[in-house]
């Protein structure tokens, strides 16, 4: 996987989870505490973690198979 590949799918998983996040966040706040409050440390932090791992695992399950097709 090349550099820009995984950049852009770091990206677009960096603001899926972090639009997911503050979202979840704020119905939490607003249902447990009566105000709606978004919680921007953790769905930062969420992004960061699942915007770098989950490119990687797509990254290595992808030259895994295409080692396996090679040895067949």
């Known amino acids: 996987m090349s550099l820009g590949k995984f950049f852009v799918d770091f ?3 960096f603001a899926l989870v972090f639009v ?3 979202v979840v966040s704020f119905l939490y ?3 447990a505490h009566g105000e709606g409050g ?3 440390d953790h769905s930062v932090r969420l992004a960061i973690i699942f915007g770098i791992v989950v490119p990687w695992i797509r990254a290595r ?3 895994g198979e295409k080692e396996n097709a090679m040895r067949q």
Do not use: F, G, R, Y
């Open 11 to 13: 990206l677009l998983t």
């Open 20 to 22: 997911v996040a503050a």
């Open 29 to 31: 706040s607003l249902i």
């Open 38 to 40: 978004i919680d921007w």
């Open 61 to 63: 399950q992808t030259n």
